[in-house]
């Protein structure tokens, strides 16, 4: 059974930070690029980073660009988002998605990170 | 590419048929997924290539079009059919998603 949980999540006042964690298991890690996609209270999905499955290759939205970086350890099964510089409108629940190929097959149950002072 | 998605909120019936659309702003191929998300849970994966099922989704759940319009079909709605479906293009950097409709009971 494929599972990703999440965590690291919590209440963190602007401007400081937070590394989000995802473990995975139940399917061939490596062989599978992790996303982090986010969703903010009653809003929309909107994707905020991806990383290949050798960890090579990184992908990050331009609202998070240049605070955000994407990043896995492929002999823990595990994908991290370390988040600088948060500002309110971060304040969303984080999902971890993985998938073979550029969907989102699986999804973690998510983890809500408020920025607030 | 943005992508827009209407109605906002559909309203239909139990045993209904529901269709959501779902527009791009260019042309994605057939390079479009459709999830769905109930309250308080993870979005899950029920059509990718604008038409392919995921295995263990009920046929009553079909993907059409290519392109730049795309539509979402459940037919004979069940209760636990009432959720909101986000659509998903993955055919350009960045991905993006539509705002999502919510289908309620009516």
């Known amino acids: 059974e494929v599972q990703l949980v999440e965590s690291g999540g919590h209440l963190v006042q602007p401007g400081r930070s937070l590394r989000l964690s995802c473990a995975a298991s139940?399917?061939?890690?490596?062989?599978?690029?992790m996303s982090w996609v986010r969703q903010a209270p009653g809003k929309g999905l909107e994707w905020v980073s991806s990383?290949?499955?050798?960890?090579?290759?990184?992908y990050t939205s331009d609202s998070v660009k240049g605070r955000f970086t994407i990043s896995r350890d492929n002999s823990k099964n595990t994908v991290y988002l370390q988040m600088n510089t948060l500002r309110a409108d971060d304040t969303a629940v984080y999902y971890c998605?993985?998938?073979?190929?550029?969907?989102?097959?699986?999804w973690g149950q998510g983890i809500l990170v408020t920025v607030s002072s | 590419i943005v992508m827009t998605q209407s109605p906002a909120t559909l309203s239909v019936s139990p045993g209904e048929r529901a269709t959501l659309s779902c527009r791009a702003s260019?042309?994605?191929?057939?390079?479009l997924a459709w999830y769905q998300q109930k309250p308080g849970q993870a979005p899950r994966l029920l059509i990718y290539?604008?038409?392919t099922r995921v295995t263990g989704i009920p046929v009553r759940f079909s993907g059409s079009g290519a392109g730049i319009e795309f539509t979402l079909t459940v037919d004979s709605l069940q209760s636990e059919d009432f959720a909101v479906y986000f659509c998903?293009?993955?055919?350009?950097?960045?991905?993006?998603f539509g705002q999502g409709t919510k289908v309620e009971i009516k």
């Open positions: 290539g604008a038409s």
């Open positions: 990383i290949s499955g050798s960890g090579t290759r990184t």
């Open positions: 139940g399917f061939t890690f490596i062989s599978h690029a």
């Open positions: 260019r042309s994605v191929s057939n390079n």
């Open positions: 998605a993985g998938g073979n190929g550029d969907v989102f097959d699986y």
């Open positions: 998903h293009q993955y055919e350009n950097w960045p991905p993006t």
